[in-house]
């Protein structure tokens, strides 16, 4: 039996839902899946600047759970961006 998943602490609710190649319509392109916790990562890393450590901290997960999600996060928006695709930002439930 798995272990149960630790809630993360995100504050970032963007007001957009989605970024996509300019031209294409929507209902044309595949798309890549943000969850909200992919998108808090990447605003405390990048927007912020904070470190793995400090960033993990604010998001109460350990710093190896945030290297994990991290590293998920920039091999979908490299996809996304390589392949043409749309970036959809999954909304909290």
Do not use: C, W
Not at 43 to 53: A, F, I, M, T
Not at 70 to 77: E, S
């Amino acid at each position: 039996m798995p272990r149960p998943k630790k809630i993360r602490r995100m504050r970032f609710n963007p007001n957009v839902y989605y970024f996509k190649p300019r031209g294409v319509p929507l209902r044309a392109l595949e798309e890549v899946v943000l969850a909200p916790d992919e998108l808090e990562a990447l605003k405390l890393h990048d927007v912020d600047g904070l470190d793995q450590l400090g960033a993990a901290k604010k998001m109460k997960i350990s710093q190896p759970t945030f290297a994990r999600i991290i590293d998920a996060t920039y091999k979908k928006i490299a996809e996304a961006l390589i392949k043409g695709k749309a970036i959809k930002l999954e909304e909290r439930s």
